[in-house]
């Protein structure tokens, strides 16, 4: 099996990673081109994937096709692409705000329906702990559909969502990461202002996070059970979640996720 990424930035390079780690297929096995030959020699290098000086290349033999490219680059490198897929080949996309409908109708030709997965992976795909949201083309099999969903969990955790949620993963999942990552700076900056050395600061307040939610993964307990679980009466945790309340905090992240939805619908 080859499967063949056009696009070789931060995201194809994280699952790259994932899948020669977890043995999916050889680094041999993998191909890649990409815009710049810099970017391009940098993956070979890193990887030892097969370098492809052509999308067409790649989509000529790629059984699982991934096309990594910003998504208003979609419809030209489609176009580009299309009458070289292989016909049993499975294409994945990762652009937000491109539909399976929207694909299958630039990507009709006269070997017919595609078989199709649109996925949202998000950064900490980088270090392994990616979160996936997936959906997939009626004409997807089953031992397809596994296939897919084997490649994407060597990297984090994939899941199948219906297509209607697909904005709302960019939201809580695509996106969020950096909103996780702001969290993080205010809080280290918070211990900055009362002393901490900043560095010592990004390690207390990341570790937190990160521990977390671990906690609450592992527990399976609800996020509220947990924040009780801190709050002593009269204590120092509350009175933050107070001031918390006070400035909007949890409207703040709704409004923002409910914005960048409505973005993702737009694109």
Request: aromatic fraction near 4%; charge should be negative; glycine fraction near 10%.
């Amino acid at each position: 099996m080859k499967i063949g990424f056009i696009g070789l930035g931060n995201m194809a390079t994280a699952m790259i990673g994932g899948i020669i780690k977890e043995g999916i297929v050889k680094p041999g096995d993998i191909l890649g081109s990409s815009k710049t030959e810099e970017t391009l020699q940098k993956a070979v290098d890193a990887f030892g994937i097969c370098g492809m000086e052509r999308n067409a290349f790649v989509a000529g033999e790629a059984d699982i096709l991934i096309l990594a490219v910003k998504p208003q680059m979609y419809e030209g490198v489609i176009r580009e692409i299309q009458q070289d897929i292989k016909p049993s080949g499975l294409i994945v996309s990762i652009a937000p705000g491109r539909t399976i409908a929207w694909l299958q109708s630039v990507l009709e030709d006269e070997k017919g329906e595609r078989k199709l997965t649109r996925c949202m992976p998000n950064t900490p795909a980088m270090v392994g702990e990616g979160c996936t949201g997936v959906c997939f083309s009626e004409s997807m099999t089953e031992d397809e559909k596994d296939l897919i969903l084997k490649v994407l969990n060597s990297f984090g955790k994939a899941m199948e969502v219906p297509e209607s949620l697909m904005d709302v993963v960019v939201g809580v999942s695509g996106s969020s990461p950096a909103y996780v990552f702001l969290f993080i700076e205010a809080m280290a900056d918070a211990a900055v202002a009362d002393g901490m050395p900043r560095k010592l600061a990004y390690e207390f307040a990341a570790q937190a996070v990160y521990g977390s939610a671990k906690m609450m993964l592992e527990t399976g307990l609800h996020p509220g059970q947990l924040k009780d679980m801190v709050c002593s009466p009269g204590g120092t945790t509350i009175e933050a979640i107070r001031v918390l309340e006070e400035k909007g905090l949890r409207s703040s992240i709704i409004e923002a996720q409910r914005a960048c939805v409505k973005k993702s619908k737009k694109m």
